[in-house]
């Protein structure tokens, strides 16, 4: 009987045993056995929504914003159903309280039995060590920068661009520089100036125009054959193969009638123009439409208008491919730390201006921004001015490089050539750092 | 004597039985620990595993633009850094979902990852990624089974609900969890103009920017559009950050019409065939002309049409037979920059326009990746919000062992 009494006790101890170690085993929760990574979801869904630095720009908007409204709405769009969330925007600052909550919201009263977060640190867009740029023309009676954007025009050796992606850039680059930027839409507008009307009260003269569309330019269909103006751009008594050569000729004139600095960004210039109405079923034997073919009287022409003489067809080659691999120019090379811009040193030139152009039509080299190969200058600053005169009429910006174009080459030529200073600000530290943390939980369950 | 013999006998009964009943109730205690903290490991085996796939651009970096032999797998875009995946490496990703098709006249066989009629994208499976290739270059050959499927976040639906005069169509902006209000829309509508049967079409192209009301839903009327009119409509939706695309088409006719199959990356080639060559509908059929464009989204989320030169091979024509014509045409997209490949067509009684996406997230194509669970004792899931060329998607990675479960048995 003893025996059976000391089995009973060793089972009541094993028993005892048993039952305290299974209170120390706590099993988890269901949920957490195989838990959804909340943190790196709530971490990349605010990344995401700041991936075009939208959720950057709307932390530090005032509460009553709509742009508040529409972060909660891509918020909830953008969750599983099953998630709830809560978002709270801190502002940082020194002192005894670091972090200051803002604003917040939710889409539910709580998160559940458990929730993770995760925070992003957002930074506002004066918190950049700022640069205030001197303006191109705010001491005279200057600083307009067209881009030519039109629409209703085509672009050539552009390849992998449009034209308007390439205004959008340089608009970026360079209109911190200038007093008014104006984006010329269409070639009405371009027109327009060319018939000396301001498009938005800028001044005209002595503007900087660049002309993005490649080796083509952009007509007004005005000057174009059977229109009002052909005069003007249409000329087949002077030149059958190539009649558009004559548009050049009154762009060359235009140019040194208002002093602008007109912007080849690449290729051999003016070698078509473009109107998608007037030449909707002319190519440039390319395939594409709303061109025409000028070839090599273009520039001639343009360079003949520009220095006041008669207008003549002459297709004799200006612009050479011999230069091949060509190197920036060591005024230009210094600019790039000055306005950070970096492109590449060395770069394709197949389409240099012969140095012949300069005698040819009253040119003065004002800024090599390649060196000189030989009797060929892959890329340059023209400034035109008569003989026996000092005063500049009309400049030329020239690229002679192969497709497809670099636009900070571009910029850095222009802000090289008219040297602009940059004028450094203060570091402005107080509120220009916000903290947004992302609480997600997931709704129903244990 | 006899009583303590009894007494033996009758406790030791007892003792056994009562150690088995304790092995028992412990080791089941044990294997429930066990599972889980398997079942643990392999949630953050899988969260590490979509980390690795997400954060690393595989090796060579470009490996998705080029013919390059991958040595290391991954998907994000080499061009930026955090949870941003490149469109291309995710274009070579060999479909899990999509039926493969031979191309009879080449015998090269593609990786499907089409969207229904008129939105195609087949990649050879020489130039895609398989799940074993994958799987090997990660590690997880013979150790972990897995599926990873990428889906853009937010829906665009393009429905037409008036045929003609005016051509009225609705877009419906949404994510998994609520509709997008107040979104901006930003379409490209483009109308193929039939110049009768044996010609090249043309098209005309119109680009403007709506937005969307309280509900998520835009209306857009288009005037001068017939019931016979073959068009695309291409819709882009943009609000905080979240990005979606949607598109809708009306062809006339179904069976004649001409199929893009990308040919090579490294040379943007792609290949316009006569669709009865894939269908082998039989002879005779009369050719298929076509007029191909390309379009992209702009920085600001304005579509943009790219003109291409006579040299792309945008026009061209694709014949059934095996006579002199051509039973293909090759073209070539203008740029690497991700866009929609537009190609209008139109043959006697048929016309109409196909979309290819140039990148995978110009047209939200989703993209499922791996293999099919077969039995798994337990699956586990997470999921990470990515960008793709400024498109929100959402990846979810399911992960499973292979290794069994010897706990249990």
Redesign the interface.
Same mark, same amino acid.
């Given at each position: 009987?003893?025996?059976?009494i000391? #089995?009973?006790l060793?089972?009541i101890i #094993?028993?005892g045993a048993?039952i305290i /170690? /299974?209170l120390f085993?706590v099993?988890?929760s269901p949920r957490q056995?195989?838990?959804?990574?909340l943190p790196?979801?709530a971490l990349?869904?605010l990344?995401?929504? @700041?991936?075009?630095y939208?959720?950057s720009a709307?932390v530090f908007k005032a509460n009553n914003d709509p742009?508040w409204a529409?972060?909660q #709405?891509?918020? /909830?769009?953008?969750?599983?159903?099953n998630?709830v969330y809560n978002l709270t925007v801190y502002e940082i600052q020194s002192g005894t309280q670091l972090y200051t909550p803002i604003r917040y919201f939710s889409n539910a009263e709580n998160l559940g039995v458990s929730s993770e977060s995760a925070s992003y640190l957002t930074a506002s867009s004066n918190v950049t060590f700022d640069v205030t740029p001197e303006k191109i023309g705010e001491h005279s009676n200057s600083g307009t920068l067209y881009i030519l954007n039109c629409s209703d025009a085509?672009?050539w050796w552009i390849?992998?661009?449009?034209a308007? /992606?390439l205004a959008?850039d340089l608009r970026d680059l360079l209109s911190p520089y200038f007093k008014k930027t104006i984006m010329v839409q269409n070639t009405t507008q371009l027109g327009q100036m060319l018939d000396n009307q301001s498009l938005q009260g800028e001044t005209l003269q002595n503007a900087v125009v660049i002309n993005t569309f490649g080796e083509c330019v952009p007509i007004p269909k005005d000057y174009c054959q059977g229109y009002g103006r052909q005069n003007e751009g249409y000329s087949p008594s002077v030149a059958p193969a190539s009649p558009y050569t004559r548009y050049c000729y009154t762009l060359g004139q235009r140019t040194a009638l208002y002093n602008w600095t007109w912007v080849s960004i690449v290729g051999w210039p003016l070698y078509y123009v473009s109107n998608k109405e007037a030449f909707e079923n002319a @190519?440039n034997t390319?395939? #594409?439409?709303g061109m025409q073919l000028v070839s090599r009287g273009g520039i001639n022409a343009f360079l003949q208008g520009l220095d006041n003489q008669a207008y003549r067809y002459d297709a004799a080659p200006v612009a050479f491919s011999i230069p091949g691999f060509v190197y920036l120019s060591s005024t230009v090379s210094d600019n790039c730390s000055y306005y950070g811009i970096y492109p590449s040193v060395n770069q394709t030139s197949t389409r240099a201006l012969s140095t012949s152009i300069i005698n040819d039509y009253n040119l003065t080299v004002a800024l090599k921004i390649f060196d000189q190969v030989g009797s060929n200058i892959p890329g340059a600053v023209y400034d035109h001015i008569f003989r026996n005169d000092v005063d500049i009429t009309g400049s030329l910006l020239a690229l002679g490089l192969t497709r497809t174009p670099d636009i900070r080459l571009t910029a850095l030529g222009l802000l090289a050539y008219y040297n602009p200073r940059l004028y450094a600000s203060d570091y402005m530290a107080n509120g220009t750092s916000r903290l947004v943390v992302l609480q997600l939980g997931q709704a129903g369950g244990v | 004597m006899a009583?303590s013999t009894i *007494?033996?006998l &009758? !406790?030791?009964t007892?003792?056994l039985a %009562?150690?088995l009943l304790?092995i028992s109730?412990?080791n089941q205690?044990i294997q429930?620990?066990i599972l $889980?903290q398997q079942? =643990?490991h +392999? %949630?953050t085996v899988c !969260?590490d595993l979509l980390?690795n796939i997400m954060l690393n651009p595989g090796y060579p970096l470009n490996w998705s633009k080029t013919n390059s032999t991958l040595t290391s797998f991954g998907l994000q875009d080499p061009e930026f850094t955090? $949870? =941003?995946l490149s469109p291309y490496s995710l274009m070579r990703l060999q479909s899990l979902t999509g039926i493969p098709f031979t191309y009879p006249r080449t015998g090269v066989t593609y990786s499907n990852m089409s969207m229904g009629f008129g939105n195609f994208l087949f990649v050879p499976y020489t130039k895609a990624i398989n799940y074993s290739t994958a799987a090997q270059l990660l590690g997880t050959t013979n150790t972990y089974g897995f599926n990873l499927t990428i889906a853009p976040? &937010?829906t665009v639906s393009v429905k037409e609900t008036h045929a003609a005069n005016p051509l009225t169509i609705v877009v419906n902006v949404?994510?998994?969890?609520?509709?997008?209000?107040?979104a901006e829309v930003s379409y490209c509508f483009l109308k193929v103009v039939d110049k009768g049967g044996q010609k090249n079409p043309s098209y005309t192209s119109l680009f403007s920017t709506t937005y969307a009301d309280g509900t998520g839903s835009a209306v857009i009327n288009m005037t001068n559009v017939d019931a016979d009119n073959a068009y695309v409509f291409i819709a882009y939706a943009h609000? !905080?950050? +979240?990005v979606g695309i949607g598109y809708h088409e009306r062809n006339i006719g179904s069976k004649k019409y001409v199929l893009p199959l990308i040919d090579s990356f490294e040379d943007r080639r792609v290949l316009l065939v006569h669709s009865y060559n894939v269908h082998d509908e039989g002879p005779p059929e009369s050719s298929v002309f076509f007029n191909a464009t390309f379009v992209l989204l702009?920085? *600001?989320f304005t579509l =943009?049409?790219?003109?291409?030169?006579? !040299?792309?091979g945008? +026009?061209g024509k694709v014949v059934y037979g095996q006579g002199t014509d051509k039973t293909w045409a090759n073209l070539t997209i203008?740029?690497?920059?991700p866009g929609i490949l537009i190609a209008t067509y139109q043959t006697n009684n048929e016309y109409g326009v196909v979309l290819m996406p140039w990148g995978l997230s110009s047209m939200a194509f989703p993209v499922t990746f791996g293999t099919t669970a077969d039995k798994p004792e337990?699956v586990?899931? *997470?999921? =990470?919000? &990515? +960008?793709v060329n400024?498109i %929100?998607y959402?990846a979810k990675l399911s992960l499973w062992s292979l290794k069994g479960y010897g706990v249990i048995g």
């Open positions: 009987m003893m025996r059976t000391e #089995i009973l060793v089972i #094993i028993t048993f /170690s /299974s085993a099993l988890p056995v195989s838990p959804m990574n790196r979801l990349t869904t990344q995401t929504l @700041d991936g075009d939208d959720l709307t742009a529409q972060l #709405i891509a918020l /909830s769009a953008c969750l599983p159903p998630l085509n672009g390849t992998g661009y449009t308007q /992606s959008q @190519d390319y395939g #594409i439409y | 009583g *007494d033996h &009758v !406790s030791l007892i003792f %009562a150690i304790f109730l412990f205690t429930t620990a $889980y079942h =643990r +392999l %949630a !969260s980390d955090q $949870y =941003r976040i &937010v949404a994510g998994p969890g609520f509709p997008l209000s107040n609000m !905080s950050g +979240l702009t920085e *600001d =943009r049409e790219m003109p291409m030169e006579d !040299s792309t945008k +026009l203008p740029t690497f920059n337990w586990v899931t *997470d999921i =990470r919000q &990515v +960008l400024g %929100a959402q």
